[in-house]
């Protein structure tokens, strides 16, 4: 790298050498790309695949990774008379220099394509040169333009001579290359049961730990519920870390490293639940303990400890409970049974949960003799 220019409008530049000489190595594409959308899927990617190497320690927001977009336009069914590495009949390119996110890559896009629309429906034409682009603008800026096709005219320096990669290098680290993102999504939606989209998500999510926390939890999960196959522990342990923990992490405004619980906490909750000892709601409470960074005891402790253990009703007791609150809201029993509102049925199993002490009403029990006596 050589040094970093800062734009201070109207006529100051800052230059910045302290990253004078750090190694930088670039990644072209063909122009193959037809969209803005694509273009930022294609860095996201990229991004994906470095990190995953330990090619690229950390992302765009840390000054990781940086692209520079061409952009050109022509009139569909026109030839443009510019190419570029063998790709001919393109518009003439301009090129934004070091956009710094994803959401940058893709507004920037559209920004010059638009103004170069503009330009080009005006009778004008657009000139070779590189543009700018800042966080929140509209519009990309010109800062300098280009001399010819070849806009930078460096010389050979003696003392860096060139850096000849062999075959046998190439083999040695292609054959020693960790799991790559498309590998692993596919792996956890095979070994774990979660959709395409659930795999998407927790293998991007906070550079892998999330995937790793699951993971762990699951291997936890096996001696606790033998009964149990492994794709529906992944799907329980895949569901809990990205819509539960994720739920709550999202409400209490926190990130993944504020997390205080740990995979075994994880595993308690799901283990007795899926068991049937304890409550979703009482699950969820234990998901706030186990986090509130208020105790260091574990799960299993809370649980007996704070007597969440579930106590069930007997069946007479439920369909008592749930004839009270019937004769308490008759229209509502009207809108199920007259008028074949099914949704309704839920809003009697919450007021049941409501009812009901903590630990005694199980959910599935509850809308069982709900319909049940609805249906007499």
């Known amino acids: 790298d050589t040094a970093k220019t800062t734009h201070h409008p109207p006529s100051n530049y800052h230059i910045d050498y302290n990253r004078s000489g750090h190694p930088l190595i670039e990644i ?34 840390f000054g990781g990774l940086r692209a520079d977009v061409n952009v050109s336009v022509r009139q569909r069914g026109t030839i443009g008379k510019s190419s570029y590495s063998g790709v001919a009949g393109l518009g003439q390119r301009t090129e934004i220099k070091n956009l710094s996110s994803f959401k940058a890559v893709e507004d920037a896009i559209v920004a010059e394509r638009d103004r170069q629309i503009t330009v080009l429906e005006a009778g004008g034409t657009i ?3 590189t543009r700018g682009w800042s966080l929140g603008a509209t519009e990309t800026t010109r800062l300098r333009g280009k001399e010819g096709e070849v806009d930078y005219r460096y010389m050979p320096d003696a003392d860096l001579p060139p850096l000849i990669i062999g075959n046998d290098l190439i083999d040695h680290l292609r054959s020693r290359l960790p799991e790559l993102p498309d590998a692993t999504i596919e792996r956890v939606h095979r070994e774990y049961g979660l959709t395409e989209k659930d795999a998407r998500t927790i293998v991007a999510l906070d550079g892998g730990d999330r995937l790793e926390f699951m993971e762990a939890t699951v291997e936890l999960l096996h001696p606790r519920l033998l009964d149990v196959d492994d794709l529906k ?13 994720g739920g709550f992490l999202t409400a209490n405004n926190q990130s993944w490293s504020d997390l205080k619980m740990y995979p075994i906490d994880l595993a308690d909750i799901i283990a007795y639940l899926t068991r049937g000892e304890i409550t979703s709601r009482t699950a969820k409470q234990l998901l706030e303990y186990a986090n509130g960074g208020s105790t260091s005891r574990r799960v299993d402790c809370l649980i007996h400890d704070l007597g969440l253990l579930l106590r069930p009703l007997s069946d007479d007791e439920y369909c008592n409970l749930a004839q009270t609150i019937m004769d308490e809201n008759p229209g509502m029993v009207a809108a199920v049974k007259e008028k074949g509102q099914k949704g309704k049925i839920m809003w009697f199993v919450g007021q049941m949960m409501r009812r009901g002490e903590e630990g005694t009403i199980e959910p599935e029990k509850a809308k069982e003799v709900v319909e049940r006596i609805l249906a007499e």
């Open 28 to 61: 072209i594409t063909l122009p193959h790309i037809h969209s803005p959308q694509t273009a930022a899927a294609v860095v996201r990617k990229l991004q994906s695949v470095l990190k995953a190497v330990d090619a690229c320690t950390t992302g765009m927001e």
């Open 127 to 129: 000139a070779g040169e």
């Open 233 to 245: 522990l992944g799907r329980l342990a895949g569901n809990w870390v990205l819509h539960e923990i």
